[in-house]
């Protein structure tokens, strides 16, 4: 019954989806994501060690430029891991250590000399609960563009964050208020708005509307379609319904014997909910485990 209802989902998703012109009869097929020659994000073999103990192992994913991918699987496998070494946030952590490499259009994320500053600029991260500062709505959205040293017309930034992230109409006459004022759902937004500002060129959101009602999450998701339009998007959920309505390519990941994570199978994601290739996504995926 579930792979029923995710097999309508992902229809529902493809009938809305702008129609793509055929290619000329001969014309080669387009390459899927994890085969592009020049993704925008890609994790090389990498392998994740807190001390002692190997969080992650032997990850492969490129991730396509201005499409949304989403990383799906059981608690405790490594999805969230994983997308936090797109921006560096791991290294927050004492006990981590990266081996292999995870590049940024073609550069290497970690090699030294690399300013993590920068890297976090421009790929910014939406968490799983809405953390908004303890300060204005405005100076939320302002906060990182003034400590990155930005001197132009705060407002015209605020203002296009805001509407961004499909939420200056709901404040836009109450800008000086507190944002814990807002509800959930507008915090998020708020959030998403706050690293619009900075102007990333890649979105990572980690189970952004876990906390979230239905109404609040369908405009998250409707958000999502909107910015993947000017942005990259990598985002992980244990929603599969969502993962399959609103992403274009799906990793799917397990955990391994040894408690170590890993990737079972990434490619578009149609087939992946529709005709997966490893058994351990299909039981997945149709509710046998996880």
């Given at each position: ?55 992650v192992k032997g990850v492969n ?136 500002a900075i102007e990333p060129e ?12 239905p109404v609040a999450t369908l ?72």
């Amino acid at each position: 019954m579930l792979r029923e209802r995710l097999e309508q989902v992902v229809k529902e998703q493809e009938m809305q989806k702008p129609a793509e012109s055929e290619a000329p009869i001969g014309a080669p097929a387009p390459l899927p994501a994890p085969e592009v020659a020049e993704p925008f994000l890609e994790a090389k073999d990498v392998h994740v060690h807190y001390g002692n103990f190997r969080a992650v192992k032997g990850v492969n994913l490129r991730v396509p430029g201005r499409q949304i991918s989403a990383i799906i699987g059981p608690s405790g496998c490594g999805k969230s891991t994983i997308l936090r070494c797109f921006n560096r946030m791991n290294d927050m952590i004492p006990t981590f250590r990266l081996e292999g490499q995870v590049l940024f259009q073609g550069l290497n994320m970690y090699a030294r000399g690399i300013d993590v500053v920068n890297v976090r600029r421009r790929v910014g991260m939406v968490f799983q609960k809405p953390n908004p500062f303890p300060k204005s709505i405005y100076e939320n959205v302002a906060f990182g563009p003034r400590i990155n040293g930005y001197t132009g017309k705060l407002d015209e930034i605020v203002e296009r964050a805001l509407r961004q992230a499909a939420l200056w109409e709901e404040v836009k006459d109450k800008l000086k208020q507190s944002a814990y004022a807002l509800s959930g759902g507008q915090q998020q937004r708020l959030c998403i708005a706050r690293a619009l500002a900075i102007e990333p060129e890649v979105i990572l959101m980690d189970e952004p509307c876990s906390a979230l009602d239905p109404v609040a999450t369908l405009k998250i998701e409707d958000l999502m379609r909107e910015l993947v339009r000017e942005y990259t998007i990598v985002i992980v959920t244990h929603n599969m319904q969502q993962a399959a309505r609103v992403s274009d390519w799906t990793a799917v990941m397990m955990m391994a014997e040894d408690r170590a994570g890993e990737m079972v199978e990434y490619g578009d994601t149609r087939t992946i909910f529709t005709n997966p290739k490893d058994k351990r996504t299909e039981d997945y995926i149709t509710g046998r485990f996880g």
